[in-house]
């Protein structure tokens, strides 16, 4: 991510919130920092978390959580899990969500039922699902191969995902949960 999109504050997002994972990352999270707020550990400003869609609406209306109900509604609630790691170019390090292509559909559906929100500004339009343990300036190789080696002998802890999480930033870059939207809502 750019540093000007990392500048920005008082976004919403729609979020995969996983704090059961937390004793588990942060280890890594504890130690990286945002470009944008060097001074705060990422542990500090979200919980661990994989992004659906950031940002969201601004100002987030009953017939946007409508929407997203909708949009959300013919997934069921399923056993997330965090099997393995990997690294985007940037240097940024990430733990894989499983099962992928039910992550990925959940966030696709959201992306068409908003349309005029495009994943990450646009910078990002094929956006892929992942939960940030390390950010581009402290990840790198040497964090990719201690989570990969961390994953094999204790894997990360599954949990049973049931609902998304509305998120805003406030000013100083920490986020607020804003409510919750169940999976499996028909």
């Known amino acids: 991510m750019t540093d000007a999109w990392a500048a920005r504050t008082g976004l919403t997002a729609i979020l995969i919130t996983v704090p059961e994972l937390a004793a588990y990352t942060d280890r ?4 990286s920092r945002s470009s944008a707020r060097p001074q705060v550990p990422l542990t500090e400003l979200i919980p661990p978390h994989v992004t659906v869609l950031v940002p969201w609406v601004a100002e987030p209306t009953e017939a ?6 909708a949009a959300v509604s013919t997934i ?14 940037n240097g940024t390090v990430w733990l894989k969500p499983e099962p992928f292509d ?3 559909s959940l966030l696709l559906n959201v992306f068409a039922a908003f349309p ?3 994943p990450y500004g646009g910078e990002f339009p094929d ?11 402290q990840g790198g190789p040497a964090v990719l191969a201690e989570a990969t080696a961390a994953l094999a002998a204790t894997p990360a802890p599954t949990m ?5 999480g509305l998120w805003r930033e406030d000013a100083d870059g920490t986020w607020q949960q804003l409510g919750t939207v169940p999976l499996g809502s028909r």
């Open 64 to 69: 946007d959580i409508a929407r997203l109900r």
């Open 160 to 164: 049973r995902l049931t609902e998304l």
């Open 102 to 104: 039910t992550v990925r």
């Open 76 to 89: 069921e609630p399923f056993e997330l899990s965090f099997p393995t790691a990997g690294q985007f170019p």
């Open 127 to 137: 956006a892929r699902p992942h939960l940030t343990i390390s950010s581009s300036k």
């Open 28 to 31: 890594w999270r504890s130690v």
């Open 116 to 118: 005029e929100c495009p």
